[in-house]
């Protein structure tokens, strides 16, 4: 089974209508890297309209997080359907900020995926240890976990990107082994196919994020069971997230 790989710009709460001149190169670049590379910008919602105009037909846009109901009093929020109608085929659901900072829990991750599929994006469900879960030697038993809770029945290649971020290594420059991070994916892999069956879990791709840069990128997204990158800092300046577009190998079909 041949995964497309996705390589995956998250903006946060960052962009303002200047900084869209970044997505022509971006686009540029999408174009000359051809279909063997998916390329897929996160702008914050302001942005989601504008983005997905500028790179229509070159490079994907997604939303950063969606509200699980399609429509509502809910002041402040966004549902999967305003950002599919503004041209997004992609979300972020359950990125360890909204884990944090909203207090997000798996539940409310697994219906914001649910949400995302009615809408028919695609989800990037976001799992990923702390520090200190880290260095308790907890990571895989936080992952199973996460995965079990935040992933709907009806998980395919097409609808579910998973995303390993471990929380210690966003925006700290710091990044596990090359062991560990073969280690988390393997298991990703397998957690996925005892649940959805071998097929669905080949076909799933799974994305590593946290501190993946120019200089970092062509190791890790060479890593077996990496299929791309969720790339925060470094995705703002087109000239670095080109750079990691340009490290990861291209599928062949
Ligand atoms: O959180 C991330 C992407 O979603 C990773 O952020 P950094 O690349 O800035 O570490």
């Known amino acids: 089974m041949t995964r497309r790989p996705l390589v995956a710009g998250n903006w946060k709460m960052n962009g303002l209508l200047r900084q869209l001149t970044e997505l022509e190169a971006i686009g540029a670049a999408a174009a000359e890297a051809g279909p063997g590379i998916e390329?897929?910008?996160?702008?914050?919602?302001?942005?989601?309209?504008?983005?997905?105009?500028?790179?229509?037909?070159?490079?994907?846009?997604?939303?950063?997080d969606c509200h699980a109901e399609a429509?509502?009093?809910h002041t402040g929020d966004i549902s999967a359907e305003m950002l599919a109608d503004v041209g997004a085929t992609y979300v972020i659901v359950g990125h360890s900020e909204r884990r944090s900072d909203h207090a997000e829990s798996d539940e409310t991750v697994q219906a914001k995926a649910k949400a995302a599929w009615r809408a028919?994006?695609?989800a990037i469900v976001c799992v990923g240890e702390t520090r200190a879960e880290h260095e308790a030697g907890e990571t895989l038993d936080v992952l199973g976990r996460q995965l079990r809770q935040s992933l709907p029945e009806g998980v395919t290649g097409a609808n579910t990107?998973?995303?390993y971020?471990?929380?210690w290594a966003i925006g700290t420059g710091l990044t596990p082994t090359g062991e560990d991070i073969v280690e988390a994916h393997d298991f990703?892999?397998?957690t996925l196919a005892e649940r959805f069956g071998t097929d669905v879990a080949e076909a799933v791709?799974?994305?590593?994020?946290?501190?993946?840069?120019?200089?970092?990128a062509g190791e890790i997204l060479g890593m077996r069971n990496v299929d791309g990158a969720l790339v925060g800092g470094a995705s703002l300046k087109a000239q670095d997230f080109v750079a990691i577009c340009r490290a990861c190998p291209a599928s062949t079909s």
């Open 165 to 167: 971020e471990p929380v």
């Open 161 to 163: 990107v998973v995303a």
């Open 39 to 64: 390329m897929l910008i996160c702008p914050p919602a302001t942005l989601v309209s504008a983005t997905s105009g500028l790179l229509f037909g070159k490079a994907a846009t997604g939303g950063q």
């Open 188 to 190: 990703i892999r397998k």
């Open 120 to 122: 028919r994006l695609a």
């Open 71 to 73: 429509s509502g009093a």
């Open 205 to 216: 791709r799974i994305l590593y994020g946290g501190s993946v840069k120019p200089g970092n």
